[in-house]
């Protein structure tokens, strides 16, 4: 009998995992996030709490900016009822990113650095679509950005505006930079060409010893 309470525990303990860290807290089951998760920002404070139970948002932290947005065929910025965004942390989605994505042999080797853009689409079932890099001159990066970029999680959570939900687009910049190499600055304004919503940007460093290193 003993030996069955163990096992039977052992058995819950293997599909019921709490999970608590700076950036989010919840409960797996068999490999899938159930109940209540609640995710944060840098800064300690809850952006979203999600039920995976109910496929319900408990509470998304506020924005008022504007994200770019599709209404009917054409595409506005506009504030929302509610705003799209990954649905998890992005301590989480800036984490797969950078544990997967390297820098390019070919452009240590040529010495190329600079700032790549990646757009993509949150379409109305919260599914990322139509996704490319828009600004690669030297076209070293895409691939690499690409298929780091398709690892993340496909949930995301749809905007919604005047009761609808519509598609939405981001562009999310990368810095490409060999340490030691030739310094510099990252022109900011190639982003003002753009106007969908700009996420964070993310910093790919190279160094001479062949290694990659991400912040």
Avoid at 74 to 92: D, I, N, P
Avoid at 173 to 184: D, L, M, N, T, V
Wanted: with cysteine; hydrophobic share 40%.
């Amino acid at each position: 009998m003993l030996l069955l309470l163990l096992l039977l525990n052992s058995e819950g303990i293997c599909q019921s995992k709490k999970v608590n860290t700076a950036y989010e807290s919840g409960r797996i089951k068999k490999g899938n996030k159930v109940g209540v998760w609640e995710y944060k920002g840098t800064e300690g404070d809850t952006e979203l709490k999600f039920d995976y139970d109910q496929g319900a948002i408990l509470y998304l932290k506020p924005d008022t900016t504007e994200y770019l947005i599709q209404v009917d065929s054409s595409w506005a910025s506009q504030k929302l009822t509610r705003h799209s965004r990954y649905l998890g942390s992005y301590a989480e989605f800036y984490q797969i990113i950078s544990a997967n994505i390297q820098y390019p042999d070919a452009a240590r080797r040529d010495g190329v650095q600079g700032t790549i853009l990646l757009e993509f689409e949150v379409n109305p079932q919260g599914k990322v679509s139509h996704y490319q890099v828009i600004f690669d001159q030297a076209h070293y990066f895409t691939d690499e950005i690409i298929e780091a970029f398709q690892l993340i999680p496909n949930l995301w959570i749809e905007a919604i505006y005047e009761g609808k939900a519509v598609p939405a687009k981001f562009i999310l910049p990368f810095h490409f930079r060999i340490s030691g190499g030739k310094a510099i600055e990252y022109n900011e304004a190639i982003l003002n060409h753009f106007e969908a919503k700009k996420l964070d940007a993310i910093v790919v460093t190279a160094v001479l010893a062949n290694r990659t290193f991400y912040k």
